[in-house]
């Protein structure tokens, strides 16, 4: 049975509590969000799954902390979506403001327009599809996981860049600090053809260039003692 | 944090509902910016210039103002007052005396142009849109604040926007850190502001740049160098309005764009009740690039 609740005749409080309590429940309910307005912390904190929907824009840090739900936004979502997912799935079919994905743990971040600066800032395990372009900054200090873009990359990508894998169809208008392209092997192919299966990204994986850390950074470089 | 919002109309049909539709959008930003409010309004032009002045005791100051002003710049004079805000409209050519008579007198000095007025006050965005009959008020395009205090204190001229040239005025979100230095360069060459506010700096830099010949695109690319700080500015001139955000861009900023109008706001919200906001095309403006649009 699919549930609808509307944000103009429910406070966004009472319908988080209601998704909350759903997800805890374990019954793999459907909810309609209907008006969302550009509303903040939509869908936050479920902690089981749940499939929500949103049919509208969404606002600040729309399905923070999600493990395990699975949320679609029927149009954009504003800065920090997806911020510290844990599991789940969470789909934008317009554009995600800045940094989306955020410190994200696992599950996959689904976003169907562009990404703006900062996506993925240190993501720690959380796979992100970007089928448009992400803005500057992207995966800085990215620990662990998958960022996956479709378009081209803006300044900076990867700077001070852990263990993320970075894939990028398109172009990279600059990489930062430490961040190289590699060398794409049988099993990062294979990798990114799961994700873009899952994302259903219409792509080929021998079209992306992969990026990851020169691992430099690391550990103190006696050579720059100077330019402290 | 503060909220800023901005309103261009495509279509004259839709000029009357500006007031309102704006209004909508400033209240939205209450809760980035609950402490002032302002809004800058392109209006009907009258052939001469209006001074848009604000006093604590109007009842006092606004009495006999234009009969007063009148008789120092030997002209006609009309006045329109709402609430703690007035506007004065003065042949071209005669503002520079009536601006110094003006300020002589105490008043404060909100803005001039030939189609821009400007009502700002502290308070909630709501009760100030109420204090002024925002709601009422029609216009080509627009733009408004909802301000959270960070750079200088919560007082009237410490309310955006800020208008150092006639026509041109600036509302921003951020903060500028090389305020005090740039004040006295501009200073030098003779461009003086009103008050300790930061922004009142950055509308001065792009008025000095105008006056200097750069356009208006020039001028918000000027900021992107000489400016230091955080900053999605919105700047409106007599023809319309620019957006600009600094090469970080933390402040957010997002934009709508219908056959009817282009809208400006820090966050979607401000949208919701535009109409045909689900049809329209919305982005969110990339860094360091400058937009605008004019008729």
């Known amino acids: 049975m699919t549930n609808t609740l509307d944000m103009t005749q429910t406070e966004l409080r009472d319908i988080n509590s209601t998704l909350q309590a759903a997800a805890k429940a374990q019954a793999n309910a459907e909810y309609i969000i209907t008006n969302p307005r550009g509303s903040h912390a939509m869908a936050c904190g479920l902690d089981g799954p749940l499939d929500v929907t949103i049919q509208g824009s969404t606002g ?5 902390m999600n493990k395990e739900a699975t949320v679609t936004v029927k149009g954009s979502a504003g800065p920090g979506v997806a911020e510290n997912m844990m599991s789940g799935t969470v789909t934008i079919e317009g554009d995600a403001s800045q940094y989306a994905g955020a410190t994200g743990h696992g599950g ?21 599809v970007v089928h448009g372009n992400i803005g500057h900054m992207s995966a800085f200090m990215a620990q662990k996981g998958n960022l996956v873009v479709l378009g081209n990359a803006g300044d900076a990508l990867g700077d001070s860049l852990y263990e993320a894998r970075l894939f990028v169809r398109g172009t990279v208008k600059s990489l930062g600090a430490d961040c190289i392209e590699k060398e794409m092997r049988p099993e990062h192919i294979e990798i990114l053809k799961e994700l873009l299966e899952k994302a259903g990204a219409d792509a080929k994986p021998e079209e992306f260039k992969r990026y990851g850390s020169a691992r430099k950074l690391y550990n103190f470089n006696i050579d720059h003692a100077d330019e402290y | 944090m503060c909220g800023i919002v901005g309103l261009f109309l495509k279509k004259d049909e839709l000029r009357p509902k500006l007031g309102d539709m704006l209004t909508d959008m400033l209240i939205t930003m209450t809760d980035r910016g609950p402490d002032s409010a302002g809004i800058a309004i392109y209006g009907d032009e009258t052939g001469g210039i209006k001074i848009t002045v604000q006093s604590d005791t109007p009842e006092t100051a606004f009495a006999d103002l234009d009969a007063d002003l009148c008789a120092v710049i030997d002209g006609p004079v009309t006045i329109k007052s709402i609430s703690t805000h007035a506007v004065l409209t003065v042949p071209a050519g005669s503002e520079k005396a009536a601006i110094a008579f003006l ?154 764009e219908t056959d009817d109008y282009v809208a400006f706001a820090s966050e979607y919200r401000a949208f919701a009740d535009l109409p045909g906001i689900d049809a329209a095309r919305v982005w969110e403006p990339e860094p360091a690039t400058v937009y605008f649009w004019e008729r």
Request: with cysteine; hydrophobic share 35%; proline share 2%.
């Open chain 1, 60 to 64: 600040y840090y729309c399905a923070g």
């Open chain 1, 108 to 128: 996959l971040l689904n976003i169907k327009g562009n990404a703006s600066s900062r996506c993925g800032i240190s993501m720690k395990g959380i796979d992100i």
């Open chain 2, 103 to 256: 300020e002589d007198k105490g008043l404060r000095i909100m803005g001039s142009g030939e189609s821009m007025e400007i009502y700002k006050e502290i308070g909630l965005p709501k009760d100030v849109a109420a204090r002024f009959n925002l709601r009422e008020m029609g216009g080509s395009h627009g733009i408004g604040h909802t301000r959270m205090a960070t750079e200088s204190a919560v007082t009237t001229m410490g309310a955006h926007p800020f208008s150092t040239a006639d026509d041109q005025c600036l509302v921003h979100n951020g903060s500028l850190s090389n305020h005090n230095q740039m004040r006295r360069v501009l200073a030098k060459k003779g461009v003086f502001t009103r008050s300790e506010n930061d922004t009142e700096v950055g509308a001065a830099y792009i008025s000095s740049r105008i006056a200097d010949g750069a356009t208006l695109g020039e001028a918000l690319e000027g900021t992107l160098k000489d400016l230091d700080g955080f900053f999605t500015f919105v700047t409106g001139t007599k023809n319309g309005f620019g957006v600009v955000r600094d090469p970080i861009a933390c402040k957010p900023a997002v934009m709508a």
